[in-house]
């Protein structure tokens, strides 16, 4: 791949027309191929970063089958539901691969709470969103300040707000680096179907009527007919499913919002 520097961080970023090449290339490629792609490209400075949802579980299962000694980390913004906490330990056990834990600064979320109080989320969607930016998207952004690649469990099916993703994008909320989405094309089926027939370990929430997991007093089960995010700051009203870490990516040349905020 040839590379170019960005001024910005030194870092070497691929140029969007050799991404723009690779996304198409990568289109009819299966997830594992994509996975050993990216580790054989990126080594140690590309990482999977997983809330240990279904998807991640599935990544993490392949990953751990291309390349046990990749990078894995996880955000602990410190509302996690307790089966959560479980599925890391288990995770760890089961795969033996070090899961990396990263947790708000404590300063910044001392700031909020004297301000706010401990549950301010549910008050605005103002306040929400910077909840949500303090326990997740900052610290996000200082372990991928260190990457030049980083490999998510998003796919298109999960929400309009990602009906667009591509397997590899620029992430520009990131400063340029590498995204990769290696189970884009998936849908819920296929995850469960991966996770049946590997045997693969998983938040026993799902088996409450949970389909995406997040923080436990934003997240509850959801009911018959509602899709797959309702239960997701389950209070709001015409607000994106996202918390603001899937933000702008470059896909077709053109910065775009993925949702404006989650
Ligand atoms: Fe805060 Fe809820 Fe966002 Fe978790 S999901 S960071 S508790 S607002």
Not at 39 to 56: I, P, V
């Amino acid at each position: 791949m040839v590379q170019t520097k960005d001024a910005r961080t030194s870092k070497l970023i691929p140029p969007l027309e050799e991404v723009k090449a690779l996304a198409a290339q990568f289109e009819g490629k299966a997830p594992e191929d994509i996975i050993r792609w990216t580790f054989d490209r990126f080594g140690g400075r590309a990482a999977f970063c997983t809330s240990l949802q279904s998807g991640g579980m599935v990544i993490l299962d392949m990953l751990h089958k291309v390349d046990p000694s990749a990078r894995v980390f996880t955000i602990d913004t410190g509302r996690l539901p307790q089966e959560t906490y479980d599925l890391i330990d288990r995770a760890r056990e089961r795969y033996d691969m070090p899961i990396e834990v990263y947790s708000p600064d404590h300063q910044e979320l001392s700031t909020m709470v004297e301000k706010h109080g401990v549950n301010p989320f549910y008050r605005s969607y103002s306040l929400r969103l910077l909840c949500c930016e303090i326990r997740k998207v900052n610290p996000l952004n200082r372990v991928l300040a260190e990457m030049d690649a980083w490999v998510t469990g998003l796919m298109r099916t999960q929400s309009s707000t990602r009906a667009n993703v591509q397997k590899i994008e620029l992430d520009d909320a990131h400063g340029g680096i590498v995204k990769l989405n290696p189970l884009a094309d998936w849908d819920s089926k296929q995850v469960w179907d991966y996770i049946r027939e590997n045997d693969v370990p998983y938040n026993a929430l799902y088996d409450k009527g949970y389909t995406s997991i997040g923080c436990a007093p934003c997240t509850r089960a959801i009911r018959p007919g509602e899709d797959e995010r309702a239960g997701r700051w389950w209070w709001e009203r015409g607000m994106p499913k996202e918390c603001g870490i899937h933000l702008s990516p470059r896909r077709n040349g053109n910065a775009t919002k993925a949702g404006a905020k989650e």
